[in-house]
């Protein structure tokens, strides 16, 4: 069966400055595969400047790769049709970081939920695209007659976040792109939002691909997990596997900063180099090697393949080289198992 959206080895690299420009590979040959007849819920992880975003940016279409392929539904989304594409925006939708910059502050919210009813017809007359809007609000546990006709301002951070998930609920897409969706709201609140985004999830069958740096929201709402570093996968799987018994040393070090309350879930800190942004997002080894505790010299020589720790998780790191070795195209296959 064709899968809804893919990823084929894409890698996307930014350059900066004019006589010798400074290359910086945000994404490096990633792949990923939505299958529409298996809706999952898969979280992206990683610290700030990880490739988080610009693999959102590129499920969702705002950019190109640099190289390699993204397909909808089989298609090259360079030769997509006007027809095409307008079904891709109704197909996948995104929920963004920011709940304020996602608003007009001289429309009131109902311009959010009445743009995309009118766009691709959602409702015959204004009782039906009220009706509609109101029982969008309810789902994301908002009361209309409290949100209806007023304007962002005099809404709260969590209230227009919700209204954001309410208009994705709106078009019933296949797939939700949710990008730091609680990372500026309030701790109260960050539940809500991700009980609707599971919602969402269970009830119409959406996909979610969950970018966030917070691991304890992505082990409680995923199916399965990829943990990214400098654009590259360091490791995946199915997020309890991943999040209890982390193989790579970026994961160990992403949930040592977590403060579990369960101190049977810690298993002693190292220590650890900070990154100061000096360490090359290109490089012929592996691209944690400046920061690993368990560094070797064949880390800095040749970057390690994925290797199977278990039929559901794998690990690009040579402390897991005794188990059998994966190509990066097998990956999909682990996380599929999750």
């Known amino acids: 069966m064709t899968a809804l959206l ?59 790769p640099s190289s390699g392929q993204v397909f909808y539904r089989g298609k090259d989304m360079t030769t997509l049709s006007g027809a095409e594409r307008w079904q891709f925006r109704q197909d996948v939708q995104a929920i963004f970081q920011d709940p304020f910059a996602a608003y007009n502050p001289f429309y009131t919210v109902d311009h959010v939920l009445t743009v995309p009813i009118r766009k691709f017809g959602l409702a015959r007359n204004k009782e039906e695209a009220r009706e509609k809007m109101g029982e969008a609000l309810r789902k994301v546990g908002l009361r209309p007659e409290e949100i209806l006709g007023r304007y962002p301002h005099q809404l709260s951070g969590g209230q227009r976040q919700r209204i954001i998930v309410a208009r994705a609920m709106l078009l019933k897409p296949k797939i939700i792109v949710a990008d730091e969706p609680v990372s500026m709201v309030d701790a109260s609140l960050r539940a809500t939002i991700l009980e609707s985004i599971y919602t969402l999830h269970k009830e119409l069958g959406v996909s979610v691909l969950y970018i966030t740096h917070d691991l304890t929201t992505a082990y409680h709402v995923s199916n399965q997990i990829v943990v990214l570093y400098k654009g590259s996968v360091m490791e995946g799987g199915e997020v309890s596997n991943v999040v209890k018994q982390p193989q790579h040393p970026y994961t160990r070090l992403l949930i040592d900063s977590i403060p579990w309350p369960d101190v049977s879930l810690q298993w002693g800190k190292e220590p650890v180099i900070k990154d100061d942004g000096s360490s090359p997002t290109t490089t012929t080894g592996c691209k944690f090697a400046s920061r690993c505790p368990h560094v070797m010299p064949k880390c800095r020589e040749v970057a390690p393949t994925f290797f199977e720790v278990n039929s559901q998780q794998a690990s690009a790191c040579y402390l897991s080289e005794s188990s059998p070795a994966l190509a990066k195209s097998d990956l999909q296959r682990v996380l599929n198992k999750a």
């Open 6 to 64: 893919e990823l084929r080895n894409c890698s996307k690299v930014y350059k900066s400055g004019f006589f010798s420009p400074k290359v910086t590979v945000a994404l490096d040959d990633f792949s990923l595969t939505i299958d529409e007849a298996n809706p999952t819920i898969t979280a992206v992880v990683g610290e700030s400047g990880s490739g988080k975003s610009t693999l959102g940016s590129l499920l969702m279409g705002f950019i190109g």
